[in-house]
Nanobody
Framework: VQLQASGGGLVQAGGSLRLSCTAS????????MGWFRQAPGKEREFVAA????????DYTDFVKGRFTISRDNAKNTVYLQMNGLKPEDTALYYC????????????????????WGQGTQVTVSS
């Protein structure tokens, strides 16, 4: 599967952005999905994950209450709504997919993911 992320940009602190990640193919609902980010000089880190149906989600602590992950399987798209953005959220954001995932499971470990998008840059100014 090919993943295409979009929606990044430059925003002031406290602002919002919605990232989208659209997948090719007809089996999108068979993939568990996740968002990760990588800031300059830092390792890639987990942000949020969602199971195949969209009913189960998981977030890292520093985005809980500010970010929301969702998916629309009819549109082959996963979203990351980001509110209350902070300068420390500045990073390149990647979407990723797990093939053959069990129905209810979400994944935090980037090594579990089989496919990655190209990344979309989010820059938050103070």
């Amino acid at each position: 599967v090919q993943l295409q992320a979009s929606g990044g940009g430059l925003v002031q602190a406290g602002g919002s952005l919605r990232l989208s990640c659209t997948a090719s193919g007809r089996t999108f609902s068979s993939y568990a999905m996740g968002w990760f980010r990588q800031a300059p000089g830092k390792e890639r880190e987990f942000v949020a994950a969602i199971n195949r149906s969209g009913r189960s989600t998981d977030y890292t602590d520093f985005v809980k209450g500010r970010f929301t992950i969702s998916r629309d399987n009819a549109k082959n798209t996963v979203y990351l709504q980001m509110n209350g953005l902070k300068p420390e959220d500045t990073a390149l954001y990647y979407c990723a997919a797990v093939s053959g995932a069990s129905f209810f499971v979400t994944f935090r470990d980037p090594h579990e993911y089989h496919y990655w998008g190209q990344g979309t840059q989010v820059t938050v100014s103070s």
